[in-house]
């Protein structure tokens, strides 16, 4: 007995540790940007797709996760993702330009993908079920430590060290962790194997890549109008395929029966466009700091804090808030003080007191917390046991490629307006603070659009347990 307790007890620092490197990776590299650029010979303000390929790539596989794992075992896919992570990050410290980088995020997304899915799969199947919420409560910790450490703890290697060690620093921890998933991750498979709907995954793949690349087309590539619009109707014209395909499937990816939960389909909704707007900060910030107000690395990673600080002090203030006044009040009411907490980065400005930027981000992170909690408790709490796993992935994977068009979203707006106030060609001008300004007000205004969806929401609803972990490692 005392050995199998000390077997789970090593099992949940394992996913803990592979939760840990997923969520750090996808914050510390925000600061570092700027630097890269000039290393690579690119203007900091186009490399978004550095950003966007890694959570594109993720939003991509966790759909084919739990197939994954229980076709071919949960321990031989959990060290094919950290071998993966850790070669991707050897080839992102390695890389010459910029198209490299982006390939080489690419299979560290890959890799990403699979750490925190397959071990959550391994916990639920190990761990007994009075123990689990006890168990993915001390998984969530490093969810919310990693966006902690992650921008002071990049801006200080790029400070004092250089931008490759933001990468190198997974190998000592993944070779780690590959010894340590060959002696306790439990090597479990499905007890039905079920077919893969390769067709209906391709189809959602191609939609998501699609969409994706049409907005980052426009910040980045060089795409022509009519080459992004067709990029939009191809990626719309997928999605929709495969929710026609879906209805006709009797088992495919995602149930369009699912969408019969009032609250799962209103939250995934407002997930999408409220996220599509609040993801971009984590990107824009750093470089508002580093470009425009002339801090360093480190200085901008440390003023990233506040947001994360205040993320974590507000978690105890959730439940009590969705209580009293419920889902749809706090939901329509904190999302327009999410957009106008963001809209205040357009007046920031160089010789504004500290004081007054830190109380800017504490309250962003305050109410960006409580956002995230909520959306996400609201759409998985009316779901029942044949439900909940598939509508747990669809989250999942909704929130990821939120974060992945809220970064090219804000990116074109970025180059848009950097164009309008002509500071194409003079990165450090004053008229590129004047762009960032314009993008903190316009995709602020975008997130307050989004509190129309909460809106929908039954008024009865309430905080009837307690808030799911953030699965993205954001909130």
């Known amino acids: 007995m005392t050995s199998e307790i000390s077997f789970r007890k090593s099992l949940l620092w394992l996913v803990a540790i592979g939760f840990f490197m997923q969520t750090l990776d996808a914050t510390i590299i925000n600061t570092a940007l700027p630097a890269m650029a000039a290393s690579l010979g690119e203007s900091p303000l186009r490399m978004q797709s550095v950003v966007v390929a ?17 076709r071919f075992g949960t321990r031989r896919i959990f060290f094919a993702a950290i071998v993966l992570f850790v070669a991707g990050s050897i080839a992102c410290a390695v890389s010459q330009g910029l198209g490299q980088l982006v390939v080489a995020r690419i299979v560290q997304g890959l890799g990403g993908a699979l750490l925190l899915p397959v071990g959550r799969l391994a916990l639920l199947r190990t761990v007994p079920r009075s123990e689990f ?18 921008p002071t ?13 933001i990468f190198l620093i997974n190998v000592p921890v993944g070779l780690v962790g590959c010894i340590a998933t060959l002696r306790f991750m439990p090597d479990l498979r499905g007890a039905v194997r079920m077919p893969f709907d390769a067709g209906g995954y391709a189809l959602l793949a191609v939609g998501m890549v699609a969409v994706s690349l049409a907005l980052d087309g426009v910040a980045e590539m060089g795409l022509r109008q009519v080459s992004v619009f067709v990029l939009l109707v191809f990626g719309f014209a997928s999605l929709a395929a495969y929710w026609l395909r879906a209805g006709r499937k009797p088992d495919p990816l995602f149930s369009p029966t699912l969408f019969k939960v009032p609250t799962l389909s209103i939250g995934l909704i407002g997930n999408l466009f409220s996220r599509l707007g609040s993801s971009c900060m984590p990107f824009l910030v750093p470089l508002l700091l580093q470009v425009s107000m002339g801090y360093s690395p480190l200085h901008a990673g440390l003023m990233m804090l506040p947001i994360a600080i205040a993320g974590m002090a507000m978690k105890r203030f959730t439940t009590p808030l969705i209580t009293r006044y419920g889902y749809r009040t706090v939901l329509v009411t904190n999302t327009a003080l999410v957009g106008l907490s963001m809209a205040s980065f357009g007046l920031t400005a160089p010789g504004q007191p500290l004081v007054l930027h830190i109380v800017q981000l504490l309250v962003f ?12 408790t609201v759409t998985l709490r009316d779901l029942d046991n044949s439900m909940a796993s598939s509508g747990n992935s669809l989250l999942s994977m909704v929130q990821m490629l939120a974060m992945s068009l809220g970064v090219a979203a804000a990116s074109s707006v970025l180059g848009g307006y950097t164009g309008i106030f002509g500071a194409a060609s003079a990165v450090n001008a004053l008229d590129t603070l004047h762009a960032f300004q314009a993008t903190f007000a316009t995709m602020g205004v975008i997130t307050i659009a989004s509190a129309l969806i909460f809106w929908h929401l039954p008024p009865e609803a309430r905080a009837v347990q307690p808030p799911q972990p953030e699965v993205s490692g954001q909130g």
Not at 54 to 67: D, E, H, K, N, V
């Open 153 to 165: 703890l990049g801006g200080w290697l790029v400070q004092y060290a250089s931008w490759h060690w």
């Open 365 to 376: 992170g305050a109410v960006n917390s409580l956002q995230f909690t909520a959306m996400n």
């Open 133 to 150: 919420l006890q168990a993915m409560s001390f998984v969530a910790i490093p969810g919310l430590i990693g966006p902690l450490l992650g």
């Open 54 to 70: 890694y959570s594109l790539t993720m939003a991509m596989l966790i759909p084919a996760s739990g197939w994954i794992a229980d």
